[in-house]
């Protein structure tokens, strides 16, 4: 399915878009069984968390984050 299939959404303002888009992501959140996680995104949370295990204290602050990315624009 796709936009063409419902011709009433090219009507809609770009805030209605936004709107209707995010309603149908909280109904898929809603239903967590839909959609399930990816074997490699599993990997990459535990590759993570192991890294954050072994060492705890390598962790930024949300200041040093903004500040590290707005260095590199």
Known sequence: MNVKD???I???STAEKILL???LW???AA???VVPVP???MEELERRLN???STPG???SLEELQTRIEKRK
Request: net charge negative; aromatic share 4%; charged share 40%.
């Open 51 to 53: 890294g954050y295990e």
């Open 31 to 33: 239903d967590e069984s």
């Open 39 to 41: 074997q490699s995104h």
């Open 10 to 12: 090219k009507k809609l």
């Open 26 to 28: 909280d109904s898929i």
């Open 21 to 23: 888009v995010e309603d």
């Open 58 to 60: 390598n962790l930024l």
């Open 6 to 8: 419902i011709p009433e």
